[in-house]
């Protein structure tokens, strides 16, 4: 175990029990560069994934070090921040959002 595990208790099986937190959705949202656990690493599933190093910065709790390496050496946070807000507006607002749901109905 690492020290952020055997602190927060966030891993298991090297799965996140749960990764959705407004503040991912509000940071897109503001055009900030997010912060967030590696989506597709740790098992999350969602309608329309975005792309870590594109939309969002992943990082891997269990390669600490690498990451925050990885994160210096981008150099790119204006950018990340542009294309998570637009991807996020693009995918996640309330109509994209409404409609994915209305058409989720109308399979049942």
């Given at each position: 175990?690492?020290?952020?595990?055997?602190?927060?208790?966030i891993?298991?099986?090297?799965?996140?029990?749960?990764?959705?937190?407004?503040?991912?959705?509000?940071?897109?949202?503001?055009?900030?560069?997010t912060?967030?656990?590696?989506?597709?690493?740790?098992?999350?599933?969602?309608?329309?994934?975005?792309?870590?190093?594109?939309?969002?910065?992943?990082?891997?709790?269990?390669?600490?070090?690498?990451?925050l390496?990885?994160?210096?050496?981008l150099?790119?946070?204006?950018?990340?921040?542009?294309?998570?807000?637009?991807?996020?507006?693009?995918?996640?607002s309330?109509?994209?959002?409404?409609?994915?749901?209305?058409?989720?109905?109308?399979?049942?």
């Amino acid at each position: 175990m690492n020290r952020v595990d055997d602190r927060y208790h966030i891993l298991t099986h090297d799965r996140i029990l749960q990764y959705d937190s407004w503040r991912f959705w509000e940071s897109l949202a503001s055009g900030c560069v997010t912060l967030h656990a590696d989506l597709e690493k740790y098992g999350a599933i969602l309608p329309v994934m975005p792309k870590n190093g594109k939309h969002y910065i992943g990082i891997d709790f269990s390669d600490l070090n690498n990451s925050l390496k990885r994160v210096e050496e981008l150099h790119k946070y204006e950018e990340i921040g542009f294309n998570g807000r637009k991807w996020v507006l693009e995918h996640y607002s309330p109509e994209k959002i409404a409609k994915r749901f209305l058409n989720l109905i109308e399979l049942i």
